[in-house]
């Protein structure tokens, strides 16, 4: 009885074993192997548009890196639509180093990260000047004159920081001016 018993065991233990406890890797996966680094970034351009609606947000990319460094292919797996060509286009023109990698290349997830700088001010400084005026023959300041300034940004226009796998570009927003509040200033 013991015997019969230690023998169904020792069959069960084979048949896990061989039925998937250790998952096997589809052949491209396979060919797909290989360790990636990111040897030079080309910059993205946040683009002016996303600027001035404020859009930020993440972008993740999965590329597939030739064992010379190449690009082979770029694919977007999320990201908003205003923010994913120019994610796209940094890292197709960006450098790669791909170690231990077969002939078809190695799978490489890169994620870009869009954002603003917190403190970044918008609106001027409106201040009123007096003036001389020709209703006052020029002799004395009578008329006001409105000037407005706007403050220097703290920050330069864009900093871009990467780390493995990540690129974070912030930038400072875009002030516009409409009439409204032009009018708003009078």
């Not at 015997?3 to 048949?15: E, G, N, R, T």
């Not at 990636?36 to 972008?59: E, F, N, W």
């Not at 205003?82 to 286009?89: C, G, H, N, T």
Request: aromatic content about 6%; proline content about 8%.
């Amino acid at each position: 009885m013991k015997s019969s018993l230690l023998l169904l065991l020792l069959v069960a233990s084979c048949w896990a074993q061989s039925n998937g406890s250790a998952p096997s890797s589809s052949p491209t996966e396979e060919s797909q192997r290989g360790t990636v680094v990111l040897t030079k970034l080309v910059p993205p351009v946040y683009p002016p548009l996303s600027r001035q609606a404020r859009i930020s947000g993440d972008v993740k990319l999965r590329l597939i890196i030739l064992p010379g460094g190449s690009v082979k292919s770029a694919e977007v797996l999320e990201g908003h639509p205003m923010l994913k060509q120019a994610a796209l286009d940094s890292a197709q023109k960006s450098q790669y180093e791909c170690h231990e990698c077969s002939e078809s290349g190695a799978s490489y997830l890169l994620t870009y990260t869009f954002g603003f700088f917190d403190d970044t001010p918008c609106g001027g400084i409106v201040t009123e000047e007096r003036v001389r005026a020709p209703q006052c023959g020029y002799l004395w300041k009578c008329g006001t004159r409105r000037i407005t300034t706007w403050p220097e940004p703290k920050h330069p226009v864009s900093e871009v920081t990467q780390s493995p796998g990540h690129v974070t570009i912030v930038t400072s927003v875009v002030c516009i001016e409409t009439q409204s509040s032009r009018a708003a200033t009078r």
